[in-house]
Protein backbone atom coordinates (compact mmCIF):
# COMPACT_ATOMS: atom_id res chain seq x y z
CA UNK A 1 0.00 0.00 0.00
CA UNK A 2 1.15 3.27 -0.85
CA UNK A 3 0.42 6.98 0.37
CA UNK A 4 0.52 9.93 -2.06
CA UNK A 5 1.50 13.24 0.04
CA UNK A 6 -0.51 16.17 -1.16
CA UNK A 7 1.62 19.50 0.19
CA UNK A 8 5.51 19.32 0.87
CA UNK A 9 5.97 22.56 3.33
CA UNK A 10 7.11 22.30 6.79
CA UNK A 11 5.35 19.77 8.48
CA UNK A 12 4.56 18.24 4.96
CA UNK A 13 8.25 17.53 4.22
CA UNK A 14 8.32 15.93 8.21
CA UNK A 15 5.69 13.61 6.60
CA UNK A 16 7.60 12.90 3.45
CA UNK A 17 10.18 11.77 5.44
CA UNK A 18 7.97 9.40 7.53
CA UNK A 19 6.22 8.08 4.89
CA UNK A 20 9.42 7.40 3.24
CA UNK A 21 10.66 5.83 5.86
CA UNK A 22 7.98 3.05 6.54
CA UNK A 23 8.44 2.59 2.78
CA UNK A 24 4.48 3.63 1.86
CA UNK A 25 5.37 7.02 0.10
CA UNK A 26 3.99 6.56 -3.15
CA UNK A 27 4.16 10.42 -4.98
CA UNK A 28 4.18 13.94 -3.38
CA UNK A 29 2.26 16.77 -5.21
CA UNK A 30 3.30 20.48 -4.35
CA UNK A 31 2.31 23.42 -6.91
CA UNK A 32 5.58 25.25 -6.57
CA UNK A 33 8.12 24.05 -8.84
CA UNK A 34 10.89 24.53 -6.50
CA UNK A 35 9.87 22.20 -3.71
CA UNK A 36 9.56 19.42 -6.82
CA UNK A 37 12.92 20.33 -7.87
CA UNK A 38 14.16 19.79 -4.42
CA UNK A 39 12.31 16.54 -3.34
CA UNK A 40 13.52 15.48 -7.25
CA UNK A 41 16.88 15.58 -5.42
CA UNK A 42 15.33 13.97 -1.58
CA UNK A 43 13.63 11.45 -3.05
CA UNK A 44 14.58 10.57 -6.93
CA UNK A 45 12.53 7.17 -7.43
CA UNK A 46 9.32 9.04 -5.91
CA UNK A 47 6.79 10.17 -8.74
CA UNK A 48 5.97 13.97 -8.29
CA UNK A 49 2.67 15.73 -9.35
CA UNK A 50 2.03 19.31 -9.89
CA UNK A 51 -1.03 19.77 -8.22
CA UNK A 52 -3.17 17.84 -6.08
CA UNK A 53 -5.79 16.83 -8.97
CA UNK A 54 -2.65 14.74 -10.90
CA UNK A 55 -1.99 12.81 -8.01
CA UNK A 56 -5.97 12.05 -7.06
CA UNK A 57 -5.81 10.74 -10.79
CA UNK A 58 -3.22 8.40 -10.11
CA UNK A 59 -3.48 4.51 -8.47
CA UNK A 60 -2.31 5.35 -5.50
CA UNK A 61 -4.82 3.84 -2.59
CA UNK A 62 -4.53 6.70 -0.04
CA UNK A 63 -3.67 9.96 0.12
CA UNK A 64 -2.57 12.68 2.69
CA UNK A 65 -3.11 15.99 2.78
CA UNK A 66 -0.49 18.54 5.07
CA UNK A 67 -1.48 21.71 2.44
CA UNK A 68 -2.76 24.99 4.56
CA UNK A 69 -6.01 24.66 6.54
CA UNK A 70 -8.03 26.14 4.57
CA UNK A 71 -7.73 23.99 1.44
CA UNK A 72 -8.22 20.62 3.84
CA UNK A 73 -11.77 20.96 2.54
CA UNK A 74 -11.96 20.72 -0.82
CA UNK A 75 -9.08 18.78 -0.89
CA UNK A 76 -10.32 15.72 1.09
CA UNK A 77 -13.85 16.18 -0.70
CA UNK A 78 -11.78 15.29 -3.81
CA UNK A 79 -9.39 12.68 -2.63
CA UNK A 80 -12.99 11.07 -0.95
CA UNK A 81 -14.44 11.35 -4.65
CA UNK A 82 -11.69 9.57 -6.15
CA UNK A 83 -12.08 6.88 -4.05
CA UNK A 84 -8.74 7.20 -1.66
CA UNK A 85 -8.37 6.45 1.74
CA UNK A 86 -7.18 9.58 3.36
CA UNK A 87 -5.37 11.10 6.58
CA UNK A 88 -5.69 14.95 6.93
CA UNK A 89 -3.34 17.26 8.85
CA UNK A 90 -5.50 18.44 11.82
CA UNK A 91 -7.84 20.68 11.58
CA UNK A 92 -9.72 18.48 9.41
CA UNK A 93 -11.52 22.10 7.65
CA UNK A 94 -12.08 25.24 9.19
CA UNK A 95 -15.59 25.25 10.23
CA UNK A 96 -17.66 22.28 11.76
CA UNK A 97 -20.36 21.95 9.46
CA UNK A 98 -18.05 21.22 6.32
CA UNK A 99 -15.55 18.57 8.96
CA UNK A 100 -18.88 16.76 9.17
CA UNK A 101 -19.95 16.58 5.46
CA UNK A 102 -16.12 15.35 4.94
CA UNK A 103 -16.67 12.48 7.30
CA UNK A 104 -19.90 11.78 5.89
CA UNK A 105 -18.52 11.55 2.66
CA UNK A 106 -15.94 9.01 3.93
CA UNK A 107 -18.27 7.04 5.41
CA UNK A 108 -20.76 6.75 2.20
CA UNK A 109 -17.42 5.90 -0.05
CA UNK A 110 -16.50 3.25 2.78
CA UNK A 111 -13.23 5.08 3.14
CA UNK A 112 -10.85 5.25 6.15
CA UNK A 113 -10.54 9.26 6.94
CA UNK A 114 -7.86 9.93 9.85
CA UNK A 115 -7.22 13.23 10.94
CA UNK A 116 -3.66 14.21 12.80
CA UNK A 117 -4.18 14.74 16.00
CA UNK A 118 -0.28 13.92 16.88
CA UNK A 119 -0.73 14.70 20.28
CA UNK A 120 -2.84 11.34 20.96
CA UNK A 121 -0.43 9.50 19.39
CA UNK A 122 2.30 10.43 22.00
CA UNK A 123 3.34 7.03 24.22
CA UNK A 124 2.96 9.51 27.39
CA UNK A 125 -0.69 10.56 26.38
CA UNK A 126 -1.12 6.79 25.56
CA UNK A 127 0.55 5.86 29.05
CA UNK A 128 -1.87 8.68 31.03
CA UNK A 129 -5.25 7.09 28.99
CA UNK A 130 -4.37 3.59 30.23
CA UNK A 131 -3.96 4.38 33.62
CA UNK A 132 -6.84 6.64 34.09
CA UNK A 133 -8.90 3.78 32.29
CA UNK A 134 -7.83 1.30 34.58
CA UNK A 135 -9.01 4.02 37.82
CA UNK A 136 -5.46 4.24 39.53
CA UNK A 137 -6.03 7.61 39.74
CA UNK A 138 -9.60 7.43 41.07
CA UNK A 139 -12.23 9.78 39.97
CA UNK A 140 -11.14 11.85 37.44
CA UNK A 141 -12.04 15.58 38.13
CA UNK A 142 -10.21 17.97 36.24
CA UNK A 143 -7.78 17.89 33.26
CA UNK A 144 -5.33 21.30 33.18
CA UNK A 145 -3.38 22.17 29.40
CA UNK A 146 -0.43 25.05 29.52
CA UNK A 147 0.20 25.88 26.07
CA UNK A 148 2.74 28.98 27.00
CA UNK A 149 5.42 30.99 25.20
CA UNK A 150 7.10 33.15 23.78
CA UNK A 151 6.52 32.13 19.79
CA UNK A 152 5.05 33.51 16.79
CA UNK A 153 2.34 35.47 16.31
CA UNK A 154 -0.18 34.80 14.18
CA UNK A 155 -2.30 37.02 11.97
CA UNK A 156 -5.28 34.98 10.97
CA UNK A 157 -6.05 31.85 13.36
CA UNK A 158 -6.01 32.82 17.53
CA UNK A 159 -4.04 31.57 20.20
CA UNK A 160 -6.37 28.91 20.77
CA UNK A 161 -7.07 27.99 17.33
CA UNK A 162 -3.03 27.55 16.65
CA UNK A 163 -1.86 26.45 20.02
CA UNK A 164 -4.73 24.50 21.53
CA UNK A 165 -5.92 22.18 18.92
CA UNK A 166 -4.23 19.09 20.32
CA UNK A 167 -5.39 19.94 23.57
CA UNK A 168 -8.46 20.16 22.83
CA UNK A 169 -8.69 16.62 21.22
CA UNK A 170 -6.28 14.96 24.00
CA UNK A 171 -9.20 16.46 26.99
CA UNK A 172 -11.92 15.16 24.64
CA UNK A 173 -10.33 11.92 24.22
CA UNK A 174 -9.48 11.17 27.71
CA UNK A 175 -12.37 12.15 29.20
CA UNK A 176 -14.02 10.55 26.64
CA UNK A 177 -17.45 12.45 26.38
CA UNK A 178 -19.12 15.47 24.75
CA UNK A 179 -18.92 18.42 26.61
CA UNK A 180 -21.94 20.23 28.27
CA UNK A 181 -20.93 23.88 28.38
CA UNK A 182 -17.55 25.92 26.88
CA UNK A 183 -16.92 29.60 28.07
CA UNK A 184 -13.47 30.88 26.74
CA UNK A 185 -12.18 34.32 27.45
CA UNK A 186 -9.36 36.06 25.11
CA UNK A 187 -7.13 38.97 25.12
CA UNK A 188 -5.81 40.47 21.18
CA UNK A 189 -3.13 42.67 22.57
CA UNK A 190 -1.25 42.96 19.40
CA UNK A 191 -3.71 42.69 16.55
CA UNK A 192 -7.69 43.48 16.74
CA UNK A 193 -9.48 40.37 16.32
CA UNK A 194 -6.74 37.85 16.91
CA UNK A 195 -6.47 36.91 21.09
CA UNK A 196 -2.84 36.42 21.71
CA UNK A 197 -3.84 34.86 24.95
CA UNK A 198 -6.67 32.40 26.10
CA UNK A 199 -8.37 30.97 28.66
CA UNK A 200 -11.07 28.02 27.75
CA UNK A 201 -13.10 25.96 29.93
CA UNK A 202 -14.79 22.46 29.18
CA UNK A 203 -17.52 21.10 31.34
CA UNK A 204 -18.37 18.06 31.15
CA UNK A 205 -21.27 15.50 32.20
CA UNK A 206 -20.65 13.72 35.81
CA UNK A 207 -18.72 17.27 36.72
CA UNK A 208 -15.36 16.90 34.88
CA UNK A 209 -14.05 20.15 33.94
CA UNK A 210 -11.24 20.92 31.58
CA UNK A 211 -9.19 23.81 31.58
CA UNK A 212 -7.06 24.93 28.62
CA UNK A 213 -4.42 28.10 28.72
CA UNK A 214 -3.05 28.80 24.96
CA UNK A 215 -0.70 31.72 24.96
CA UNK A 216 2.11 33.40 22.42
CA UNK A 217 2.98 35.95 23.90
CA UNK A 218 4.00 34.45 27.49
CA UNK A 219 7.38 34.65 29.49
CA UNK A 220 8.45 31.25 29.08
CA UNK A 221 7.89 28.26 27.58
CA UNK A 222 5.37 25.73 29.27
CA UNK A 223 4.05 22.33 27.94
CA UNK A 224 2.08 20.69 30.64
CA UNK A 225 -0.81 18.49 31.78
CA UNK A 226 -2.18 18.60 35.06
CA UNK A 227 -4.61 16.10 35.73
CA UNK A 228 -6.39 15.55 38.66
CA UNK A 229 -8.41 13.17 40.26
CA UNK A 230 -9.76 11.26 43.52
CA UNK A 231 -6.48 9.33 44.88
CA UNK A 232 -3.60 11.71 43.52
CA UNK A 233 -2.55 13.96 40.68
CA UNK A 234 -0.53 13.60 37.39
CA UNK A 235 1.92 15.81 35.49
CA UNK A 236 3.05 15.06 32.17
CA UNK A 237 5.77 17.34 31.22
CA UNK A 238 5.82 17.52 27.52
CA UNK A 239 9.56 18.88 27.07
CA UNK A 240 11.10 15.89 28.56
CA UNK A 241 8.35 13.82 28.22
CA UNK A 242 8.07 12.59 31.84
CA UNK A 243 4.64 12.12 33.86
CA UNK A 244 4.62 12.48 37.39
CA UNK A 245 2.30 10.60 40.08
CA UNK A 246 1.60 12.97 43.08
CA UNK A 247 0.09 11.12 45.68
CA UNK A 248 -1.45 14.13 47.39
CA UNK A 249 -5.14 15.58 47.84
CA UNK A 250 -7.60 16.48 50.63
CA UNK A 251 -9.44 14.23 52.45
CA UNK A 252 -13.32 13.80 53.38
CA UNK A 253 -12.27 15.75 57.01
CA UNK A 254 -10.56 18.40 54.75
CA UNK A 255 -7.18 17.44 55.24
CA UNK A 256 -4.22 17.35 53.70
CA UNK A 257 -2.54 14.08 52.54
CA UNK A 258 1.28 14.07 51.12
CA UNK A 259 2.49 10.71 50.25
CA UNK A 260 5.35 11.97 47.95
CA UNK A 261 6.01 12.24 44.28
CA UNK A 262 7.63 9.98 41.55
CA UNK A 263 8.28 10.01 37.75
CA UNK A 264 6.10 7.29 36.73
CA UNK A 265 7.23 7.24 33.22
CA UNK A 266 10.02 8.45 30.74
CA UNK A 267 9.59 9.02 27.41
CA UNK A 268 10.10 7.26 24.34
CA UNK A 269 9.20 6.83 21.05
CA UNK A 270 8.31 8.89 17.80
CA UNK A 271 4.49 10.27 17.91
CA UNK A 272 4.48 10.92 14.32
CA UNK A 273 5.88 7.41 12.92
CA UNK A 274 3.58 5.91 15.75
CA UNK A 275 0.65 7.78 13.52
CA UNK A 276 1.27 6.47 10.19
CA UNK A 277 2.00 3.35 11.40
CA UNK A 278 -1.75 3.48 12.56
CA UNK A 279 -2.85 5.21 9.72
CA UNK A 280 -1.46 2.52 7.21
CA UNK A 281 -2.40 0.07 9.57
CA UNK A 282 -6.05 1.36 9.64
CA UNK A 283 -6.06 1.16 5.41
CA UNK A 284 -4.76 -2.40 5.28
CA UNK A 285 -7.13 -3.89 7.48
CA UNK A 286 -10.29 -1.70 7.14
CA UNK A 287 -10.62 -0.36 10.98
CA UNK A 288 -11.27 3.36 12.19
CA UNK A 289 -8.29 5.06 13.25
CA UNK A 290 -8.31 6.29 16.75
CA UNK A 291 -8.82 10.03 15.15
CA UNK A 292 -11.16 9.27 12.85
CA UNK A 293 -13.52 12.34 11.66
CA UNK A 294 -16.21 12.31 14.26
CA UNK A 295 -13.59 13.40 17.25
CA UNK A 296 -12.51 16.17 14.80
CA UNK A 297 -15.20 17.32 14.25
CA UNK A 298 -16.07 17.23 17.95
CA UNK A 299 -12.27 19.10 18.80
CA UNK A 300 -13.73 21.66 15.90
CA UNK A 301 -17.49 22.10 17.69
CA UNK A 302 -15.54 23.61 21.03
CA UNK A 303 -13.38 25.50 19.03
CA UNK A 304 -16.16 27.30 17.03
CA UNK A 305 -18.01 27.78 20.38
CA UNK A 306 -15.43 29.39 21.77
CA UNK A 307 -14.57 31.46 18.58
CA UNK A 308 -18.38 32.84 19.99
CA UNK A 309 -18.51 33.80 23.15
CA UNK A 310 -14.82 35.76 22.34
CA UNK A 311 -16.30 37.35 19.85
CA UNK A 312 -19.78 38.30 22.08
CA UNK A 313 -17.44 39.18 24.76
Not at 47 to 63: E, G, M, T, V
Not at 64 to 85: R, S
Not at 106 to 125: I, N, S
Not at 304 to 309: F, H, K, L, S
Request: negative net charge.
Amino acid sequence: MKVGLIGAGGWGMRLARTLHALGVLGGIADVRSEIRKELSGLYPEIPLYPDHHALLQSDLRAAAIATPAATHYEIAKAALNEGKDLFVEKPLAMKAAEASEITTLAAQKHRVLMVGHLLLYQPAVQWIEEYLADGRLGKLWSLHHERLNLGRARCVENALWSLGVHDVAVTLHLVGRLPTRTVAVGRAMLRPGIEDDVHLHIAFPGGVQSHVHTSWLWPERRRRLTVVGSEGMLIYDEADQTVTLHRKGITETLTNRDDGSEVVYRGGGEPLKLELEHFVDCVNHRTAPKTDGESAVAVLKVLEAAAAEMEDA
